[in-house]
């Protein structure tokens, strides 16, 4: 294993961990301040990639069809608020992963006949197509892009629950939704304001993934698991656990799919290293949660500390 291979895996798992940050942190923020589990949002990211993908075939302009598949991801979640999540505020989280399971197979046959069964691929942005030098290392000057998407979301949503009037008031309802009320906060508006605000970065990462790897049918259901865990080892809702864990995940995912094969065939046979190490790098993230929650039953940095 050489130096440049081991560099490239980092930042390949950096990236991974922002990609994921910008999903669970919308996931987050519904989950941990809405108590409401939507499994839709898996969803959400597809629609989004799936839009992009096609303005920017169309059009040519990857800002264009970033914009737009976020504006469209937008106006879908808040028409799904509307009739559907807002009926499931006050009601069990079985209730909740009922209804917006029914949404994610109602969205795959949706865009399966929109789109077609076949997965598409978003062309990478022409300014962003080659590698930029990174400490020595050629690296693709688009995932550059991811990390940079990454960190800027980071500190947008560290500045507006922390430091803004929208901010106070989405903390205010999360904690006593009644008492907010009777301050004469209208925290069903902040609550929509925080789901389409979820919907927008899921939107969001599910455009930059699309020049990365195929926009398909099912892509949000197979991220939404990390999305998960993430959001359980980071502490539901809050968003610094959501930043820093999506790090680790990302991290660990990657180098255990990247180095624990090569680890083991130097020290197993390597019959059982080639089935060994896929397995046991399939499932590092959740041995990272259940180490986590161990020693932090509530996460790291649980929002209600």
């Known amino acids: ?178 008492m907010a009320e009777f301050m004469g906060v209208r925290v069903s508006k902040v609550f929509a304001i925080v789901f389409a605000l979820g919907a927008a970065l899921a939107a969001l990462a599910g455009a930059l993934m699309g020049p990365i790897s195929a926009v398909a049918i099912g892509m949000g259901e197979a991220i939404l698991i990390p999305a998960l865990v993430v959001i359980v080892i980071g502490g539901i809702g809050s968003v610094r656990g959501a930043f820093v864990a999506s790090l680790l995940v990302g991290l660990v995912d990657t180098a255990g799919r990247a180095f624990l094969p090569l680890l083991l065939r130097e020290l197993l046979p390597p019959a059982l290293a080639a089935d060994a190490g896929p397995a046991i790098a399939s499932i590092a993230m959740y041995m990272l949660m259940a180490g986590v929650l161990v020693f932090k039953p509530s996460g790291l940095f649980p929002a209600r500390a």
Request: net charge neutral; proline share 4%; aromatic share 10%.
């Open 1 to 178: 294993m050489d130096l440049t291979f081991f560099l490239e895996q980092i930042f390949n798992g950096l990236g991974y961990g922002f990609m994921l940050f910008l999903l669970a942190a919308g996931l987050t923020l519904v989950f941990g301040i809405m108590d409401t589990l939507n499994l839709a949002h898996g969803s959400l990211f597809m629609v989004g990639g799936y839009v992009s993908a096609t303005v920017h075939t169309q059009s040519g302009s990857f800002i264009t069809a970033v914009l737009v598949a976020v504006l469209a991801t937008v106006l879908l979640a808040m028409l799904l608020e509307a009739l559907l999540v807002r009926r499931l505020y006050g009601r069990d989280h079985l209730s909740q992963v009922l209804a917006t399971f029914g949404i994610v197979l109602i969205a795959d046959d949706l865009v399966k006949f929109v789109w077609g069964p076949s997965p598409i691929m978003a062309p990478t942005p022409a300014l962003l197509s080659g590698p930029v030098d990174l400490l020595g290392l050629p690296y693709p000057s688009y995932r550059l892009l991811i990390l940079g998407a990454g960190l800027a979301v980071a500190l947008g949503l560290y500045l507006l629950v922390n430091h803004s009037r929208l901010g106070m008031l989405v903390r205010a309802g999360a904690s006593n939704r009644a």
